[in-house]
């Protein structure tokens, strides 16, 4: 049987504020509380972007 893991990262997913684009990546919520924010790669419209942490 397998065991649940309740650590303090999770996954989280980082949507672009210009297009539909999303990245999935890991946060700890201890150090990291708030919303996240980065300026990343967004393909679709082919330069960086900010992107914003979604529920």
């Known amino acids: ?3 649940s893991k309740k ?3 999770i996954v989280i997913k980082l949507k ?3 297009s539909g684009h999303m990245y999935l990546t890991y946060k700890n919520r201890r150090n990291d509380p708030s919303r996240l ?3 990343k790669y ?3 419209v082919r330069r960086h ?3 914003r942490e979604t529920k």
């Open 1 to 3: 049987m397998a065991k």
């Open 37 to 39: 924010e980065f300026k």
């Open 16 to 18: 672009s504020t210009e």
């Open 42 to 44: 967004d393909p679709l």
């Open 49 to 51: 972007v900010v992107y």
């Open 7 to 9: 650590g303090t990262r």
